[in-house]
């Protein structure tokens, strides 16, 4: 790779995770194309010559990454040495410390954009809907593992999903721990008794 | 009262009713005064009448109203008459139902704006944590109610509150009813098994 295009992909990577980070805290709506343009330091032409299509592409490529890097720490939650309902608890608490870390600014990745544009912008939905749909089947796939029967795990992990995205709104809206905690623990039992009823 | 007053409690009604929709769908910054003003056919001195702190002040109105809608809609669903999982699971077919007919374009009334405010308006935060807490609340009660002990009632509640709210999320992203039905029917075994376990 010449120097030039080094250079380049470090910009495109600089511009990519402060825009992940951005839409996180402010939303698709609060994240201005200037203050990215301010906070990665780099030139308006250069923005434009790495995302043509402007704010729409930069997010679903933002979207990708921060869906990709949720998905990797999901996964090694979920390794097969402990049972999934414990998986899940430590899951949550460090979705929990991390929110406290952030002082209660960043939850999850998506939800407030896939709110947001949901009935605006097709493509960034559809970048959510593929994310979820990723994060959903990883749940189900552990579930599936430990002998839950497809159809049953297919429906609790969209219930576990779903609480744990419940729980990061709550936490972020209460500036507690607590809700992530809380839904932690309930959604541990649960899993353990499907799984202890399925063996 | 006057019948200029009654005009102007109209005006003022419809207003606030708008902005609730809007908010709904598009989220706070999403929402326009402009749009609202258009909407409502109000000039715009009438919303500063009403509003004079402006549209911060508009979005906690219309968030206390559709906060309190929410809360008597979900009081109706936990009537007495029906099991508390029996009345989570009708909640989550009428919300289920309720999104279909919107096109996918209404789902919880305030988790977007909530999501996108709790880092910019305290107030705004602050109304969205109050309903939150209420909608939790009248959740617990019900439990109680039915025997079960307050400590295990209160993290039961905060866990259905979480994973309704995640379900609305995940049923507006995937334009899709079944994540809140699949969520409805676990979430009504969940609590079933509990409320019969402390019996």
């Given amino acids: 790779m010449s120097k030039l295009s080094s250079k380049g992909a470090e ?66 939650s979920l390794t097969p040495d402990i049972s999934p309902g414990d998986a899940i608890e430590l899951a949550c608490t460090a979705l929990a410390q991390r929110m406290a870390e952030s002082n209660y600014q960043e939850g999850c990745p998506l939800a407030t954009v896939a709110l947001e544009a949901s009935s605006t912008s097709e493509p960034i939905r559809l970048a959510c809907a593929t994310h979820f749909q990723e994060w959903q089947d990883l749940i189900q796939e552990t579930l599936q593992a430990k002998g839950v029967e497809r159809e049953e795990a297919h429906e609790v992990a969209v219930t576990v999903l779903a609480s744990i995205e419940g729980a990061l709104l709550l936490s972020r809206v209460h500036l507690s721990t607590a809700p992530l905690e809380q839904v932690g623990r309930r959604i541990r039992r649960f899993v353990e008794q499907l799984v202890d009823q399925d063996r």
Avoid: D, W
């Avoid at 939303?27 to 434009?48: A, D, F, H, M, V």
């Avoid at 930069?58 to 990708?64: F, G, I, K, S, V």
């Fill in 11 to 76: 910009t495109r990577a600089r511009m990519v995770a402060i825009t992940a980070r951005l839409l996180q805290r402010y939303g698709y709506n609060g994240t201005g194309l200037s203050q990215i343009i301010k906070e990665s330091g780099t030139p308006k032409g250069s923005l434009y010559f790495h995302f043509p299509q402007g704010k729409e592409q930069l997010t679903t490529t933002a979207l990708l990454e921060s869906g990709q890097q949720f998905a990797a720490e999901l996964r090694e």
